[in-house]
């Protein structure tokens, strides 16, 4: 936290980029033939995704911050690369990886905005109103992968969780959310 905190302008850039990735997600979940039913859902949140896209662009133009180049993170790469091949299997784990993505934002939101409480109120606020929405998409996302196959799901958020516990012990010296 302290990192983000020192490099707003970095950090707020970077989560402009989230917001992006996390509507390009919701669209590239449609791809899934168990997911057809879900479309319309997936459309939602991709379009509320993009709804946060504009939003932090909105602040950074206020702000006079330009918009730039995204990192990678070395943590959601780590997810997505254990997605596992074969259709019934990947959409689990697709499923599986944005949820614990979102699910992170959701987290990340909340402790942004107690720590920003003190020194940028305005910001502290923006981040409090994001929480409840990102912590919908990490629940949709979650019973998704759940109404597909319960056992499995659950065998492989174990798997997911094991595997995120190893990432984030990764240092990463960027000022970015994830
Ligand atoms: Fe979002
Ligand atoms: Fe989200």
Redesign the pocket.
Known sequence: MPKVLADLPAMLVDHAHL?RK?AASALNLEKYHDLFGRVEELNA?AI??LQ?FQLVLGLLKRRGIPFGQPYPSPWIAGLMHAVRQGVRHSVIDHLICCSLI?GR?CEKFQRLANALQPVDADLAEFYADLVG??GN?YATYWLMARQINEAEADQRLDFYLDLDAKLIRVPNPRPMLH
Request: charged share 45%; hydrophobic share 20%.
């Open positions: 917001e996390a949140i509320e995704e946060h979102e934002s929405s990102e998409h």
